[in-house]
């Protein structure tokens, strides 16, 4: 018997960010995190109740008593696919970091990998985790902390480097959060690091999001920063928060 999980919250929506942008997945937001960004506008602190959607899509919710269970989500999983067949491309597992859960999350992937593909979204700082659940995940997009827009204290570059090499032969993706304080150098060194590993992954530069809903870096400063990495990358993309465009979760 798999141990249960803290799950802030289980919906539908849009996917907003990176390679998947578009497709319609179910989200399994988990709690806690090992970083605190300064942009981060999402509550990933543990609490007694998730919010899971009453129906895929319709943004109201009824809470369920913490802590959720395999059997709980996979039933859940089942019943929206029973009622919207195909509508669902995959299951996205974000947070907060997903990866402080590995240890439970690699014997619950296996089991809902059989119902759809997983996605797992991630701040890309723990590559032991990784190593733990790579072989049942379908896409990683990992999200490159750069400290001009994410304001952490630490500097997570040598640790987004083992991260990198650890997808290599996984289907992974890079996003960095961009804003007006971005520099040439850290977009010089995320370029680096992904060409270390394989120069062909996708990079998408995502222009900051503001509180009020505005985007925080002109046209012409997100266009240098696309230059700049396209002189270096090949397949370089800048693609705003999708979702939020639409007013979706």
Known sequence: MSEPLYISEIFSSIQGEGMLAGRRQIFVRLTECNLDCRYCDTDFVKTDICRIETKPGSGTFRNHQQPVTLQTLSALLHDWILHLPAAHHSISFTGGEPLLHADVLKEWFPEIRKILPIHLETNGTLPAALQQVKGCVDYISMDMKLPSTAGCTVQLWDLHALFLRECSGTNV??????????????????????????????????????????????????????????????DVRVMPQMHKLLGAL
């Open 173 to 234: 993706s890079v996003k960095v959060v961009v804003g007006e304080d971005t520099t040439e150098s850290e977009i010089a060194q995320v370029c680096e690091l992904i060409s270390a590993v394989d120069a062909a992954l996708p990079l998408f530069l995502q222009p900051l999001s503001l509180p009020d809903g505005r985007v925080g870096i002109a046209a012409a400063s997100i266009f240098h920063l696309q230059e700049l990495a396209s002189s270096r990358l090949p």
